[in-house]
């Protein structure tokens, strides 16, 4: 099922949750709803649910508007961020619940129900559990047993809020990797809220990166993270090194290195920022041309990755090499060492306007 937000807006008192939001989800596409907290990606999916109310816009599932439809007429399946199972009903019972519940007509039989709860709980891997209480659960299989809950009235839709949110790393980066397997054999459109910028990364197909109650961007992981739209889109996605300077004929002079800034379009002496990624710089013990000079004051070996921290008169610059990267160089800390960006993207500081730029 496709779905369509148009010009959805959304005010508490005098905050802005969302505003003039406009979005659409493919049949079949498992989407990202990133930011940080506060920037309306949890209130732009209980609208999307009908939980919520939006104060303008409206909402389309596959052509249809769904705006003043009610909640149980959607038919969305909800997964959330603390599971809400039922703590005195067993995990087979969690699952068939809204089967159970559904109206005389459209109610399966009992024996109907028995086979789909079995073949839900086979699918995410958890049969064995039938008969156990959530009690006696771990998190990770608890939150398994919501989406089979959540799935086991056929929604045309499935919403996820912070699923993985009250989970350890471990337990988030196994479940995130079971979603993404999972979602590719069943296909159900589906749409998830996260903070985590990693889980949005590894997991989505598409990703929407909100702002304030503003979309910032709408790409492929690959999109928003290689190609920022933004600053925030920039910052937000990953580490980022900001290098300061100046336009001049057309180029940005950041002290050593100049880059072109010509699509820029910005009047000399305008102030522009260089976002660099720790892994797009090249360090050298020995000078380069067109780069600039630091001191390392710290090493970190990370597995197979190497970060260094560089000051660079009076900032930090953070440098991630792959450990055969650094042990060609085998820099330490207090060493003098030469950098330069191998790609960036340079905005202006006051209208944010940009232009990318690779040397």
Same mark, same amino acid.
């Given at each position: 099922?496709?779905?369509?937000?148009?010009?959805?807006?959304?005010?508490?008192?005098?905050?802005?949750?969302? !505003?003039? #939001? !406009?979005?659409?989800?493919?049949? +079949?596409?498992?989407?990202?709803?990133?930011?940080?907290?506060?920037?309306?990606?949890?209130?732009?999916?209980?609208?999307?649910?009908?939980?919520?109310?939006?104060?303008?816009?409206?909402?389309?599932?596959?052509? $249809?508007?769904?705006?003043?439809?009610?909640?149980?007429?959607?038919?969305?399946?909800?997964?959330?961020?603390? @599971?809400?199972?039922?703590?005195?009903?067993?995990?087979? $019972?969690? %699952?068939?619940?809204?089967?159970?519940?559904?109206?005389?007509? $459209?109610?399966?039989?009992?024996?109907?129900?028995?086979?789909? %709860?079995?073949?839900?709980?086979?699918?995410?891997?958890?049969?064995?559990?039938?008969?156990? @209480?959530?009690?006696?659960?771990?998190?990770?299989?608890?939150?398994?047993?919501?989406?089979?809950?959540?799935?086991?009235?056929?929604?045309?839709?499935?919403?996820?809020? =912070?699923?993985? *949110?009250?989970?350890?790393?471990?337990?988030?980066?196994?479940?995130?990797?079971?979603?993404?397997?999972?979602?590719?054999?069943?296909?159900?459109?589906? %749409?998830?809220?996260?903070?985590?910028?990693?889980?949005?990364?590894?997991?989505?197909?598409?990703?929407? #990166?909100?702002?304030?109650?503003?979309?910032?961007?709408?790409?492929?992981? /690959?999109?928003? @993270?290689?190609?920022?739209?933004?600053?925030?889109?920039?910052?937000?996605?990953?580490?980022?090194?900001?290098?300061? +300077?100046?336009?001049?004929?057309?180029?940005?002079?950041?002290?050593?290195?100049?880059?072109?800034?010509?699509?820029?379009?910005?009047?000399?002496?305008?102030?522009?920022?260089?976002?660099?990624?720790?892994?797009?710089?090249?360090?050298?013990? =020995?000078?380069? $041309?067109?780069?600039?000079?630091?001191?390392?004051?710290?090493?970190?070996?990370?597995? *197979?990755?190497?970060?260094?921290?560089?000051?660079?008169?009076?900032?930090?610059?953070? %440098?991630?090499?792959?450990?055969?990267? @650094?042990?060609?160089?085998?820099?330490?800390?207090?060493?003098?060492?030469?950098?330069?960006?191998?790609?960036?993207?340079?905005?202006?500081?006051? /209208?944010?306007?940009?232009?990318?730029?690779?040397?």
């Amino acid at each position: 099922m496709s779905i369509d937000i148009r010009n959805v807006n959304k005010r508490f008192g005098n905050f802005v949750a969302l !505003n003039d #939001v !406009n979005l659409s989800v493919q049949t +079949g596409e498992l989407v990202a709803l990133l930011g940080p907290s506060g920037c309306g990606k949890t209130t732009l999916l209980r609208i999307i649910a009908g939980l919520e109310p939006a104060d303008s816009g409206s909402i389309l599932f596959h052509g $249809e508007d769904t705006t003043e439809r009610h909640v149980r007429e959607r038919q969305v399946g909800f997964v959330f961020q603390h @599971y809400a199972l039922f703590r005195h009903m067993t995990v087979f $019972e969690n %699952v068939a619940f809204g089967l159970r519940v559904k109206p005389r007509k $459209e109610r399966p039989n009992e024996n109907a129900i028995r086979q789909k %709860v079995h073949k839900l709980l086979e699918l995410v891997q958890l049969d064995w559990l039938a008969d156990r @209480y959530p009690s006696q659960l771990s998190g990770g299989q608890r939150q398994r047993i919501a989406l089979a809950r959540a799935l086991a009235v056929e929604p045309r839709l499935l919403l996820l809020d =912070e699923p993985f *949110g009250a989970l350890d790393a471990k337990v988030r980066k196994d479940l995130r990797r079971w979603l993404r397997r999972l979602h590719d054999e069943i296909h159900v459109t589906s %749409v998830f809220v996260t903070h985590d910028q990693e889980e949005a990364l590894e997991v989505a197909d598409r990703i929407v #990166v909100l702002n304030k109650g503003h979309i910032e961007q709408v790409g492929s992981p /690959d999109e928003v @993270y290689s190609a920022p739209a933004s600053p925030f889109v920039y910052s937000f996605l990953g580490n980022v090194n900001l290098f300061h +300077g100046r336009v001049a004929e057309g180029w940005a002079d950041l002290g050593g290195v100049r880059v072109d800034a010509a699509d820029t379009q910005a009047p000399d002496g305008a102030h522009a920022i260089a976002y660099v990624r720790p892994h797009d710089i090249e360090l050298s013990r =020995e000078e380069l $041309e067109q780069a600039l000079e630091g001191n390392v004051i710290e090493v970190r070996l990370l597995g *197979g990755l190497v970060r260094l921290v560089l000051t660079h008169g009076a900032e930090e610059v953070e %440098v991630e090499l792959s450990r055969e990267a @650094y042990l060609r160089e085998a820099v330490q800390p207090g060493e003098r060492v030469f950098f330069r960006p191998r790609q960036a993207r340079v905005f202006l500081a006051q /209208d944010e306007a940009g232009a990318d730029y690779t040397i």
